[in-house]
């Protein structure tokens, strides 16, 4: 439909718009105002009808998702319906009954389970014991419609180091799940890649190359190529980059459509891939974890207008709170608001037509099939594994985050940028010692384990033992943040000295100015102040240094003495008169906090 409104103003030209945002940048380049993606694409500032000519549909099996519930324990499978949830996940508890999970042991306990949600469509996540369930699981189709479980070879092998199976009998075992309606028991794990850093991009490349893997594999066992499709899911990760999320569900769907068509002829539009999202751990914080609210509804949104087929939210306190009741309820009802008040459940394809998405869509397609093309040529994501390959690119991308995290130029609220000091949460230390466990390397194993590490580990790790301190009844360090001189400096560095050393959860003293050195200094020891931070404008510390650092000496030897700022000409000198270190942009947090804890709190 063309109809044209306001026929009385002339219509402006992509040269138009472009002339005035030229005119607006007063000389600056056009590179200004375009973003230059992780994936290696550029995207312009606006787009237009005619840069979104013969895009492929989305295709999607039904409108609309279901609101999915992740359940660890008996009692929270009870009235799910009424809560508002649409199906459920099951997690079979691990091997050795320390993680949260389900007692899931033989049939007549995964019957019994399953009558426990009613008639919902179930997610059963028994990793490498799918096979021995086989006939069970499917016998639950009767009841439930829709059956999923995650029998995953490769995912296994990237969490535990194994396969968890002989190799030679994954597309028998392939084979023995497949073809039966309603049940699709190969479950491809890529969240665990996201939770481990991946990028959006490495994601979807990796997780088309793992399901062609596995194509195959069925079809060498002599599946046909209709049961084989049926029989994979995609168990996807959503991150906190709402725009590219949406177009990374978008261009998945597109893909994975293009690859069952190369097999069969229309394959991939009769059977669209199936796909599970949740929310990925690798970005929540565990500090100020309320912001993991805004994450999780922002992450849902993106998997909704993506595409995804279920999607479960992560609860906002999941790192430190056992029961976790208000969490799950807020990461139902964030999707409820999604489906009554935004109504995107009425809608096939959300973002179509949206020209920023659309071309977002396409390239972010192109660049992962890129991605794709090349595994393949090297022999596929099997061969990959083995080699390492997938692996040891998602570990440096995830290093480059943690870094970027470690000097602000990756913001994370709560975590490095706003950080709360007063919060404490000393149980958050079962979490971090569940996590230091899972990464420690045990013995060899044939696969390299890819590690689930959040972003925030090390801020959280190192500010924790400020929480276990304060809770054993011990003293809380004081920062004095001693400000003094040009008004517009000393406000501006004590705000981002309260940042930088909130990372810490140590009491932070900040003051309106002081006359002299030597009352700002008193004034800290009066306050007994295990750290003091000298605020000002780099022109005039060339005065205050000498005087800072001696009555530091004579009032509070024991005590840091820092400086807000790097001034270049002084750093020698400060460094002769005993400072013990510098608040910065380029300072590297992590590194600061583990040698602040060493000094007043202890390893």
């Known amino acids: 439909m063309n109809e044209f409104l306001f026929s009385d103003f002339p219509e402006v030209s992509t040269e138009d718009w472009r002339n005035q945002i030229l005119k607006d940048l007063k000389g600056n380049p056009w590179e200004k105002v375009t973003w230059e993606t992780e994936e290696g ?13 013969d895009l492929p549909r989305v295709y999607k099996r039904t409108n609309g998702w279901n609101v999915t519930e992740t359940a660890t324990s ?207 751990n690798f970005q929540f914080t565990a500090y100020d974890p309320y912001v993991n609210m805004l994450r999780g509804t922002t992450a849902a949104m993106s998997a909704v207008m993506g595409g995804a087929d279920f999607v479960s939210v992560l609860p906002f306190d999941s790192e430190y709170s056992a029961k976790q009741e208000l969490g799950k309820r807020i990461a139902r009802n964030s999707q409820l608001l999604l489906r009554y008040e935004s109504f995107l459940d009425k809608v096939e394809d959300p973002a179509a037509g949206s020209y920023y998405l659309e071309v977002l869509t396409k390239k972010l397609s192109e660049s992962a099939w890129g991605k794709f093309q090349n595994l393949e040529k090297d022999g596929g994501f099997g061969e990959a594994l083995k080699k390492g390959f997938i692996q040891n690119e998602i570990s440096t991308r995830a290093n480059q985050k943690r870094n970027a995290l470690a000097t602000k130029k990756e913001i994370l609220l709560g975590t490095n940028q706003y950080p709360l000091s007063s919060e404490r949460h000393p149980e958050l230390k079962t979490s971090l010692e569940i996590t230091k466990e899972d990464t420690n390397t045990k013995g060899q194993t044939r696969f390299l384990r890819l590690l689930p590490v959040r972003l925030s580990y090390e801020f959280d790790k190192w500010r924790n033992l400020t929480d276990i301190h304060v809770a054993a009844g011990k003293k809380l360090p004081k920062v004095f943040l001693l400000t003094i001189g040009d008004l517009t400096m000393r406000k501006a560095r004590a705000g981002f000295s309260s940042n930088f050393l909130g990372c810490l959860g140590y009491e932070i003293i900040d003051n309106l100015g002081f006359a002299s050195v030597k009352e700002g200094v008193t004034k800290a020891k009066e306050l007994v102040s295990e750290i003091v931070v000298l605020c000002s404008s780099d022109e005039e510390y060339a005065t205050y240094l000498p005087e800072f650092a001696q009555e530091m000496q004579s009032q509070l030897p024991d005590s840091w003495k ?42």
């Open 562 to 603: 820092l400086l807000a700022g790097y001034p270049k000409d002084l750093i020698t000198q400060a460094e002769s008169l005993g400072i013990d270190d510098f608040i910065h942009m380029k300072r590297n947090i992590v590194e600061f906090m583990e040698k602040a804890q060493t000094k007043w709190i202890g390893k």
């Open 41 to 53: 694409f550029k995207i312009e500032p606006f787009y237009r009808k005619e840069d979104i000519v």
């Open 74 to 280: 008996e009692s929270e499978l009870i009235d799910l319906s009424k809560k508002g949830a649409d199906a459920v996940i099951l997690i079979s508890q691990g091997d050795n009954g320390k993680l949260p999970g389900l007692k899931i042991g033989s049939a007549s306990d995964l019957e019994r389970l399953a009558g426990l949600t009613g008639n919902l469509p179930l997610v059963v996540s028994l990793e490498e014991k799918t096979p021995t369930f086989s006939d069970s699981l499917k016998k639950l189709i009767s009841s439930h419609n829709i059956v999923l479980s995650d029998f995953d070879p490769y995912g296994v092998a990237l969490k535990k180091g194994e396969l968890g199976t002989e190799e030679n009998v994954i597309g028998k075992t392939f084979s023995s799940l497949a073809g039966t309606k309603g049940f699709s028991g190969v479950g491809i794990h890529s969240y665990y890649l996201r939770d481990a850093g991946a990028s959006i991009g490495q994601e979807l490349a990796y997780s088309l190359s793992w399901g062609v893997d596995y194509l195959n594999r069925h079809l060498d066992a002599g599946v046909t190529i209709e049961d084989a499709a049926s029989n994979l899911w995609f168990w996807m990760g959503i991150g906190s980059d709402y725009f590219t999320e949406i177009a990374k569900f978008r261009a998945m769907r597109i893909l994975w459509t293009e690859i069952l068509n190369a097999y069969k002829p229309e394959l991939g539009v009769s059977l669209p891939a199936l796909i599970v999202a949740r929310t990925s």
